[in-house]
């Protein structure tokens, strides 16, 4: 298309599937023929986002110049009065990467070149080794060496307790949402804070310090405990410590600093800049989890990312298969060229999925890499996504022994 040519959007529409697991999709049409697509999936609150771009915002897209993405996400940030919440900025991310997936297709490159260029030849992924107990754990990050991970997180079933976060049944294609309403957790930090270590010990011990090994508290420890945590983590170097403590008060943050040199990460549930600042800018973290489509898409998490430069902090987006792989291959690309990048999770989606949202990101060696296609390399085979209709699922609560609602 000639230069100062608009590109008018013409339709925009959410499309709802389950292949496996619920994903929203946002496809905007231009009318030149070009389309682009952007992930709106929001855990447990799907339905929330695709009222939210079907009633509220897509009205206002039609007929934009498609081109005009810093302007559109203005629009829609500045304009919606009540903003910053995920829901909001869930869907905002959808427009902003159906846009940027355009702009780079109307441009003939793919995405990584349009943000700037190539910074690293791969993108470094952690994968997700769990067991019931140790010695499950410990033969699970075996297979994930084994396909050539060179970063692996390790969860583990805690004597004493139920079910843990982290646990699947399927080792491969780990799934939280795993009920129609949501299934309730029993907690005990006491089991946890004693057992985490021995893991940890065990791992370093049948596989050396080749591997970075990583470790997800999922919100479950007040700032002291976090501290103890750390600290007791140490001789196993950790690659990072993530969510130890909810981040609601970012403040609190100082305390485990205080008390340990256990790098931190945390953020895949925050959606915006202003729930990492005093994080990032304190130095209270070492890297950042936020990633595209729960934190306003990539128009925003550029601004994220180079805060988070200043402060060396670097990025470590979440990955898990609730983020479609949509929202994954622009990630890749992301990746690919931000300067301070630190890691991406990737759990991989079930055969399903990647035949509903065909892809041109490939996986070897422990690095995801991206292909050269125009945009962000995801397409939707939309017929095929029609032949999984939307299935309400919830992830689990959580609650203390004694019956106190507690973050799951
Ligand atoms: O929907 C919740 C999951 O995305 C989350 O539990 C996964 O903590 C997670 C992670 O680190 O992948
Ligand atoms: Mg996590």
Not at 279 to 299: A, F, K, P
Not at 341 to 362: A, K, L, N, S
Request: proline share 4%.
């Amino acid at each position: 298309m000639a230069a100062g040519e608009t590109l008018k959007i013409v339709a925009a529409e959410a499309i709802v599937c389950s292949p496996g697991r619920n994903f929203v999709t946002l496809k905007i049409s231009t009318d030149q023929g070009l389309t682009g697509i952007g992930d709106a999936t929001l855990n447990g609150r799907e339905k929330a986002v695709v009222s939210c771009l079907e009633d509220h915002l897509i009205p206002c897209l039609i007929g934009r110049d498609a081109q005009q993405i810093e302007d559109l996400w203005q629009y829609f940030y500045r304009g919606a009065y009540w903003r910053r919440g995920s829901i909001g900025m869930t869907a905002l991310a959808a427009i902003d990467v159906a846009l940027w997936d355009i702009k780079a297709k109307a441009a003939g490159m793919p995405l990584y070149q349009l943000l700037g260029g190539r910074s690293r030849d791969g993108v470094m992924v952690y994968g997700h080794a769990n067991g019931a107990d140790i010695a499950e754990t410990v033969d699970e990050a075996g297979r994930y060496i084994d396909m050539g991970y060179k970063a692996i997180r390790a969860q583990s079933g805690v004597p004493g307790l139920d079910s843990t976060y982290g646990v699947s049944g399927d080792k491969l294609f780990y799934e939280p949402a795993d009920a129609g309403l949501p299934t309730e957790n029993r907690w005990s930090t006491e089991k946890y804070l004693v057992f985490v270590p021995q893991l940890f010990d065990a791992l370093r011990e049948q596989y050396g310090d080749e591997h970075h090994l990583l470790h997800d508290a999922h919100h479950r420890l007040t700032p002291i405990e976090a501290a103890r945590l750390g600290k007791s983590l140490e001789p196993f170097r950790l690659f990072w410590l993530e969510d130890a403590v909810t981040a609601e008060l970012q403040e609190s943050f100082r305390l485990i600093r205080q008390h340990t040199v256990t790098p931190l990460a945390v953020g895949e549930v925050f959606a915006s800049i202003h729930d990492c600042q005093q994080l990032i800018t304190e130095q209270l973290i070492d890297y950042i989890r936020t990633t595209i489509v729960h934190g306003g898409g990539i128009s925003h998490l550029r601004r994220i990312a180079h805060l988070a430069e200043l402060y060396h902090v670097r990025t470590g987006f979440h990955g898990a298969t609730d983020l479609s792989p949509v929202t994954l291959g622009a990630a890749v690309h992301f990746d690919t060229w931000v300067p301070n990048f630190g890691i991406q999770e990737y759990m991989r989606h079930t055969p399903e999925t990647d035949e509903v949202f065909p892809h041109d990101y490939e996986f070897s060696d422990g690095y995801l890499r991206t292909g050269d296609k125009p945009g962000h390399g995801v397409e939707i085979d939309e017929k095929l996504a029609g032949k999984y209709p939307y299935k309400r699922a919830y992830l689990p609560v959580n609650r203390l022994a004694d019956g106190t609602m507690f973050n799951w």
